[in-house]
């Protein structure tokens, strides 16, 4: 009918189609301040969280670290970020893709994605010395892992996993970067 407005809300609009997004007005929604969603997180929590932890791995977004906080997604963080400090230490590859198959695929996809944003950010700034040019390749790696899983397909959980634990081993061996998959 006349007058009708569509409100169409999306936490990924680039995963929505071309046709679809082109006939909308964008507005982005700031994350609020961090002291103010600590503050809002300790308040409404069920029991003693740890509110900056929960908040950055949350990236900040109040609602989605409270729902961190009711499950086991730091847990999954931290057995990701394990494996991946294994692998810079060169354990196998396929073992730590082993370990990473029994947790939920799109947390372990999440978690590597955070992990790299961070070295990203950090080299950029040369807070640490890695290669920027390899970090976007793993980088382009796990963002074309994620697609593939959020787009429904239905990829060998356990080959995928091993392949981008052995791009993060050829990091930690110093092998020239990776061409990403497309």
């Not at 569509?6 to 006939?23: E, G, K, Q, Y």
């Not at 997604?73 to 060169?90: I, K």
């Not at 950029?124 to 976007?136: F, K, N, Q, S, V």
């Not at 110093?174 to 990403?180: F, K, L, Y």
């Amino acid at each position: 009918p006349a007058g009708t407005i569509f409100i169409l809300v999306s936490d990924n609009p680039a995963m929505l189609l071309p046709t679809i997004r082109s006939r909308c007005q964008l507005y982005r929604f700031a994350v609020p301040d961090g002291n103010v969603a600590a503050a809002w997180l300790r308040a409404s929590a069920d029991d003693d969280v740890q509110a900056d932890v929960v908040l950055e791995a949350a990236r900040g977004a109040p609602l989605v670290a409270a729902q961190m906080a009711q499950g086991e997604v730091l847990a999954v963080r931290e057995q990701v970020d394990a494996g991946l400090r294994n692998l810079l230490r060169r354990a196998d590859p396929v073992v730590i893709a082993r370990g990473w198959n029994k947790l939920a695929l799109p947390d372990v996809l999440h978690w590597m994605h955070a992990r790299l944003d961070d070295l990203v950010k950090r080299a950029a700034t040369g807070e640490i010395r890695l290669d920027l040019t390899r970090l976007y390749c793993i980088l382009d790696e796990v963002i074309a892992a994620k697609r593939l899983v959020a787009s429904r397909g239905n990829p060998n959980a356990q080959l995928l996993l091993e392949h981008l634990a052995l791009i993060w081993s050829d990091e930690a061996l110093g092998s020239a970067p990776q061409t990403p998959a497309r």
